[in-house]
Structure formats: C-alpha cells, structure tokens
C-alpha cells in the first residue's frame, strides 16, 4: 500500500557480502535490515590422491584417500568420473559426475574421504573433483584405477624332441597381462621356481621328469598349473 522496498548489497574484503533492505512508506518513514552472507567465488584446492594402483596393477579390491581445503564454505562434497578416451573434461560441466557415496557433509575446511572400494576390473582412468557449499568445483585430478583380480589361463605345452625335449609354453591373460611362468617338479610338495629369464616361453628338458608349469601375470595372480 504505497510502501517501497530497495535492496543494495556491498562486498567485503574478507569474502562477505553485506546486504541491506531499506523499507520507506508513504510519509517517508524508513526502516532497513542488514544481513551479512559469506561469499565464496572461489574453488577448493585440487584433490591429491593416494592410490595403491595408480600406474601399478593390483589383484585386490581398494579404496581411494582424497584430500581437499576450502576455507570459506567448506568442502561439500567430492565426484567422479570414469571417461575413457574422451577429447576433452572439465570441472565446470553439470552432468556425467557421481557423488562419492557418504563423502557429503555441510561445511569442513579441510576434509579426507576414504572412498569405498573399487571392484570393477581392468585400467581404467578416473577423473575426481571436490565440490564446495557454494557450488565451487575444483580443477579436475587423474587417477588411473588398474584392477585384475582373474587368474591367467592355465598353459598349454608344446613338446617336441626325443632324447632332448623342447617344451614350449603359451597361456592368456585377461587384463594385465603375462609376467613369467615357473615351474616345479610334479607331486613333489616343493616351491615353484621362476624360470631363468623374465618373457621366456620354452625350456628344454634333457631328464626323465614330470614337471608342472603355470603362469603369473602382472597383478601377481597365478594360473592352474
């Protein structure tokens, strides 16, 4: 009924902006309320990770340990995610990202998150970025998520020769790849022994014996023999 509102605001230095509302009615009387609201424009620091896999292969389950620091609304929260062979990622965009399950919280300057495990198999890139309570994104972290926890095929042997034989050896693995093989005497309860040279696949065989044989990949996992 003839009163008028305005509304200014000013900022801070110290990252708060001040806002005032001024109410005037018809004869001139005035009234006004500040309100004074923290103001972050700025990004949280980029998340540093610890990863046990990370350029290395590992044959178990693992989480992540990500650090970031906001010091004006605090950290809300961190995301992922996983684009393999895209051209191009940024912190800015608003869809294609995961929340980490139970890393939301409503305001920590300086938060740690353990991430829950990581059980998908394979080397996969995962691209992280923490997320403030002003809706700040951090620039993007990188972090390669190399996974195997399936043993290699058990090998097959070609033997050729007589007196002498030549034993060639092949076997397959899924994900991160044949390291060596070694071998034991058959039945005889003692410990498998590396063959000489890392990528060799034939041994040559000059006594009566029965030996057994299997691969080991990258990861660590061990064939049937």
Do not use: M
């Not at 340990?65 to 929260?77: Q, R």
């Not at 058959?186 to 029965?210: L, M, Y």
């Amino acid at each position: 009924n003839g009163t008028k509102t305005t509304r200014n605001y000013e900022t801070r230095i110290d990252g708060h902006r001040i806002y005032t509302l001024e109410a005037t009615d018809e004869i001139g009387n005035k009234n006004s309320l500040k309100i004074i609201a923290p103001l972050d424009r700025e990004e949280p620091s980029v998340v540093t990770i610890t990863n046990p896999s990370n350029e290395v292969w590992v044959n178990a389950d693992f989480p992540l340990t990500l650090k970031s620091k906001d010091t004006l609304s605090g950290i809300k929260n961190f995301q992922y995610t996983f684009k393999n062979g895209a051209t191009s990622i940024t912190n800015k965009e608003s869809t294609g990202y995961v929340e980490y399950a139970n890393s939301s919280s409503t305001q920590n300057e300086n938060k740690t998150f353990v991430t829950p495990n990581y059980t998908t198999q394979g080397n996969n890139t995962s691209y992280i970025r923490a997320c403030d309570n002003a809706g700040n994104c951090s620039s993007l972290s990188t972090t390669k998520i190399k996974l195997d926890k399936t043993k290699p095929a058990k090998p097959t042997l070609d033997i050729s020769g007589t007196a002498t034989l030549t034993v060639k050896i092949t076997s397959s693995d899924q994900h991160s790849g044949i390291a060596y093989f070694d071998r034991r005497v058959a039945n005889s309860g003692s410990s498998f022994t590396k063959f000489d040279e890392t990528g060799k696949t034939s041994i040559t065989i000059t006594t009566a014996e029965t030996i057994e044989i299997r691969a080991v990949d990258v990861a660590g996992n061990v064939s049937d023999p």
